[in-house]
Structures are given as C-alpha cells and as structure tokens.
C-alpha cells in the first residue's frame, strides 16, 4: 500500500478532512485512528485480504482494450472492469477489508448506508462469508429505484432499513447509519462505503480501493510497455471508485487524472450534484470538505439519475486534490449518461451502471491523440439499473 498519500495526524489533506464527531462516538473514532494501520498493514491481516481478493471477489479484474471505442474516439481506450468483481462493483473491495478489520477489532454487528444499493449488497455478502450480523441503512426513494439490489441485501440475510427524511436518498441514509452507530457504540462498526466521514476513513477506505490502479498499473506495463497512461477517468460521488483508480498515479505528473460529477439536469438547475462546481467549504458527515449548500450553511439536496452520485459532498482528498490542481473535475448530464450507456452495450456489449456510464460520457468531451492511452473506470455493472434504462429503451441514440 503507497505510503506518500497519506493525511496528517489529524486527518487532514490540506484543509480538508478531520474528525468531527459527537462525543458519543469519540471511543470509537479514537480505536479506529489508533489502530487502523496497525492491523491492514499486518503480513497475516494482508494475506488474508489478497486471498480473498483473489479466490471469492475475483481479481484481477481485467483491463480491456475496447477496439470499437478506440476507433471512434481516436485513442487507445482501455476500460477497467471493475464490473466484473463479485457483487458486480469496486465496493467489495472495501468492505472485505473493513470487515476483517472489524473482526480483529472484536465488533459483533456491521452497519452501513448505501445509495445505488452496491455497497449495501457488498457489505451484506462479506457479512454473510464472515458471519456477522447486518443493517444496511438506504434512501426510501433509492429503495424503489434499485429494488433487485434490496432483494439482494434480503437473500443474504441484511435488515433493510428505509431513510424518510430529507430527499430519502444516500445522504439521509448516511445520517440514519450514524444515529445507529451512536446507540450502539460498543459492538458495531460501521462501514462507510466511500472516502468520506471522520478520520480514518477516507484515508482507509482509498487504501482498500488503490488496488484499482495498482493493477491498472501492472497490465498497462504488459499490453503498454508502460505503468502510465495519459488518462484516468472515473466517475465521482463520495469518490472511492475515483480514488482506487488514481491513488498510485497522484505523484505522476504525466497521468491526468478526470473525476466526473453528476450534473443531473444541468449545473444551472437545480437538479443537480456537481459538489465541486458548485459547493463551498463546509462539514458533512465528519468531515471538512466541499459541500453543496445555501449561503446559511443549509445541505441544498442533490440530484442525479443516478443513485450512487447524489450526494452533496465529496470526499476530502478529492477537494484537496482539486485545489492543488492534481485532478481536472468536470460534469455530465443524466441525458449524456444514458446516452454512453446504451453506447457501451451496443457497441461493446457492456451494460454498465449508471455512475460508471458518467465517466464514459466524458470521452465526448475530450480531444484525443491516436497514441493517447486512456483508461476509464467502469466502477459497476447495469443490472441494478434496468428499471431506469427500461424508460429509455424506445429513445435511445
């Protein structure tokens, strides 16, 4: 695991980060900070995670060359198919990791949020190989727009809860997680799905995700001759799919690295969730970090067709990595994403979830040269979205 990108003490990138929690969860957060690093960074904690990596998620994943969109676009296009990892994206990379990391910390009882349904079904399915007990906290809206991954979550034996507040989506989940986790402090852990909340997660879960672009790195070396391609491009909402795929390329001043928000309707509507465009400064979830809101510091609630990218923050690397100009930021359209979904599968046979299908968007947008080597994150797959792209079935390109 890369050790140069790494926060303070504090848990601070810069400005961003830190731990701000209530006082009920201080015990927790401090076991947490003081102990992560000891234990992941353990030889038998380390064979056990790359075991099962291996043998039950299926790494590798593969690097594919897409021949079809190479033409089209003019450049080597190569597509990191995360998709194809058990649970169908990049979250079970975390939550196998944070799950043995609670185990060794003695917890009984797992809790997580989920938005797109993705991290809930991962969180589930490595309690279900572990054998603990599990509550996945999820949107009411986003629990009737991704209803296969909630019977999924209830095959592998999750309490499915409904968050009714707010806009009912992946935000309102998170607040819902965290009211449990202060009831329960003592035998729970709660595993966040993205590289936000208090220190340490962001920095542990972007360590269980680097091993996106630790192995984007080795395959280009064989299909390439080289471990740096001139662009990695990922969809961000949290950012922990983002921040798998860029994590050991941060410190290579040739790779650039594209992180795709959720402009939903448009960055000039309402309906949107592009934090970095138009967020501020705030704290969210325990962490400082970007964060649509109102001039009186009020979450203004996000938008975007899809479910896993309507959040109004961002993680707090992401916003430090912004601002020191290590990533370009940009944001397309829910119509710009379905379009490059049904793209995808007609040209190339892959249905890809609606997040990913933000970054393949951004190919458009891009003026490429024939030896340009483009990698994009394709950080899950459709299934759990046929109910939206079933609308567009009769409207597509």
């Not at 990049?90 to 993705?118: D, F, P, S, V, Y």
Request: with cysteine; glycine share 8%; charged share 20%.
């Amino acid at each position: 695991m890369k050790k140069t990108f790494n926060p303070d003490m504090q848990g601070y990138y810069g400005e961003y980060g830190g731990a701000f929690v209530p006082e009920m969860l201080y015990s927790n957060v401090a076991e947490l900070q003081k102990q992560y690093l000891k234990i992941i960074e353990d030889s038998d904690f380390q064979k056990e995670l790359k075991q099962l990596l291996h043998d039950y998620v299926g790494r590798p994943t593969p690097l594919f060359y897409s021949t079809n969109l190479s033409k089209q676009y003019g450049a080597k296009i190569y597509l990191k198919r995360e998709d194809l990892n058990h649970t169908g994206a990049h979250k079970i990379n975390n939550t196998i990791g944070q799950i043995l990391l609670a185990k060794r910390l003695n917890k009984k009882r797992i809790i997580a949020e989920t938005g797109a349904g993705q991290h809930g079904v991962a969180t589930a399915t490595t309690c279900a190989l572990l054998g603990l007990e599990c509550i996945v906290f999820m949107g009411a809206h986003d629990i009737e727009r991704q209803k296969p991954n909630v019977e999924r979550m209830q095959m592998l034996g999750a309490k499915v809860i409904p968050a009714l507040s707010g806009s009912k989506t992946l935000k309102d989940a998170t607040n819902e997680a965290i009211r449990e986790w202060i009831n329960n402090p003592t035998d729970t852990h709660y595993v966040i799905g993205s590289v936000v909340g208090p220190h340490p997660y962001p920095d542990m879960v972007a360590k269980f995700q680097s091993i996106i672009s630790e192995e984007i790195q080795s395959q280009l070396l064989v299909k390439e001759g080289t471990t740096n391609p001139d662009y990695v491009i990922a969809c961000v909402g949290g950012g922990s799919n983002a921040m798998g795929a860029f994590y050991h390329f941060i410190d290579n001043n040739h790779t650039k690295l594209i992180a795709i928000e959720a402009a939903g309707k448009g960055t000039d509507t309402d309906l949107t969730a592009a934090t970095i465009a138009l967020g501020k400064q705030g704290i969210i979830h325990g962490s400082k970090t970007y964060l649509i809101q109102t001039e009186d510091g009020q979450i203004i609630e996000p938008y975007s067709i899809s479910a896993g990218l309507d959040y109004p923050g961002i993680g707090p690397a992401h916003a430090y990595l912004h601002d020191t100009g290590k990533i370009h930021v940009d944001s397309v359209t829910d119509d710009e994403a379905i379009q490059a979904a049904f793209h995808l599968t007609r040209t190339d046979g892959i249905i890809p979830a609606l997040e990913s299908a933000h970054a393949l968007a951004y190919l458009n947008k891009m003026d490429l040269k024939p030896t340009d080597i483009v990698v994009v994150n394709v950080s899950g797959r459709g299934d759990k979205d046929m109910l939206t792209y079933s609308k567009f079935f009769n409207h597509e390109e």
